[in-house]
């Protein structure tokens, strides 16, 4: 079975020789969620934006080895055909959300990719329903919660319907309530079948995760079972 997201022998890092990850190599099924975990500065968003053909399409970086979505490399497809495979949500959504209407910030991606109206539609209410968030569609992103921007903006990711969901720290920066909210509504998408990657600094919030990475910004990292991680947290000091 091809693996939904499968990375072999990546390095990545910015200047000649020092390395955030060195050799990372592991792959992911339908309906596994993968936790990256580790401090401030140790690489995390570096992945994320490598697992979303950002890096090497649009931000330069050293990156050895590859990334498959759905069986295909990132370096040989174009970041259109890359955001219909991955979609990646920042921890910040003001990143991510530049137009006066939710209901537009929905539309925006199917538009690009020049679906028909009808689809269009059809993909905003599908990614409204998911997120239950009908009553934002006609509100200024600049005028709600951080929380309703966060599952706004994951809403504009998921109307492209992407097998897999990278999420680097979505929840860092919100409240206790819109935090369970997020996390409630990742479990529901994992359970339905997407393939997710979700980056945090917090090991009590990955307690979904079927496996976890940990970084250490030195190059050396982790991977193992999210039980081992959970049940003995000693293991990310090494």
Known sequence: MTAVLAVKGLSLGYREGEW????LNFSLQEGELLGVIGPSG???STLCLALSGIIPHRVEGHMEGDVFLLGENTRNLSLPQIATRVGIVFQDPET??????????????????????EEIARTVEAGTAMTAIEELLPENPNEISGGQRQLAALAAVLCLDPAVLICDEVVSQLDEAS??????????????????????????????ADRILALNGSGLCLLGPARDFLNNPALLAQ
């Open 20 to 23: 955030l990850c060195r050799h």
């Open 42 to 44: 140790c690489g995390k």
């Open 96 to 117: 991510q959300l530049f137009l006066p209407q939710i209901r537009q910030e929905l539309a925006f991606g199917p538009e690009n990719l020049c679906l028909p109206r």
């Open 179 to 208: 935090c369970r909210r997020i996390l409630e509504l990742i479990g529901r998408l994992k359970e339905q079948g997407k393939t997710i990657v979700m980056v945090d600094h917090n090991l009590s919030r990955l307690q979904l």
